[in-house]
């Protein structure tokens, strides 16, 4: 049984509360089918309301990830320190050789008027399938472009809405 954990961060420019109304919420699925229809075909909410054992079914646009489907699982969702957790509980990475596949949003206070967001990915992948060990590192690529774009996004609409 091989592990491992890939970890990347990303100052955002926006307060963590605004962050956190992305990252944390339900919103973050219909802003992957938005902004990102290059690497997300759908995103159906399968059960849940955003909380804890929420169900997501992801389907990615062929060729852009490695799965082209899954079903993962909100195993965490801590609004005092912004963190929300999924795991994959259905297809994709576990049909790879992954017998875990977690993937992690933290948002970090930087200040009053800025936060960064700490993406992680945690894995366990069977011996046998030791060589798709760097599925993982597209994941974590996935999520790193994934915080570029909220970037901006939350950013552009700061701009488009200013402080009155």
Same mark, same amino acid.
């Given at each position: 049984?091989?592990?491992?954990?890939? &970890?990347?961060? !990303?100052?955002?420019? $926006?307060?963590?509360?605004?962050?956190?109304?992305?990252?944390?919420?339900?919103?973050?699925? &219909?802003?992957?089918?938005?902004? #990102?229809?290059?690497?997300?075909?759908? $995103?159906?909410?399968?059960?849940?309301?955003?909380? @804890?054992?929420?169900?997501?079914? !992801?389907?990615? $646009?062929?060729?852009?990830?490695?799965?082209?489907?899954?079903?993962?699982?909100?195993? +965490?969702?801590? *609004? =005092? *320190?912004? @963190?929300? &957790?999924? &795991? $994959?509980?259905?297809?994709?990475?576990?049909?790879?050789?992954?017998?875990?596949?977690?993937?992690?949003?933290?948002? #970090? =206070? +930087?200040?009053?008027?800025?936060?960064?967001?700490?993406?992680?990915?945690?894995?366990? !992948?069977?011996? =046998?399938?030791? =060589?798709?060990?760097? @599925?993982?590192? *597209?994941?974590?690529?996935? !999520?790193? /472009?994934?915080?570029?774009?909220?970037?901006?996004?939350? /950013?552009? /609409? +700061?701009?488009?809405?200013?402080?009155?």
């Amino acid at each position: 049984m091989a592990a491992g954990h890939l &970890e990347h961060e !990303l100052e955002l420019g $926006v307060p963590a509360s605004e962050a956190w109304d992305l990252f944390g919420t339900l919103r973050l699925g &219909e802003f992957f089918e938005k902004e #990102m229809p290059s690497l997300f075909q759908k $995103v159906e909410l399968v059960e849940g309301d955003g909380g @804890i054992g929420t169900v997501l079914k !992801l389907t990615f $646009v062929p060729g852009t990830l490695g799965p082209t489907c899954y079903k993962e699982k909100f195993t +965490k969702v801590d *609004n =005092e *320190n912004r @963190i929300k &957790e999924i &795991e $994959v509980i259905e297809g994709g990475y576990l049909e790879l050789g992954f017998t875990l596949f977690r993937g992690r949003f933290h948002i #970090m =206070e +930087k200040g009053k008027d800025s936060s960064t967001v700490k993406s992680t990915v945690e894995y366990e !992948l069977k011996q =046998e399938a030791s =060589e798709n060990g760097s @599925i993982a590192s *597209n994941a974590i690529q996935a !999520l790193a /472009n994934i915080a570029q774009v909220a970037k901006q996004h939350l /950013n552009r /609409n +700061k701009l488009a809405d200013p402080p009155k």
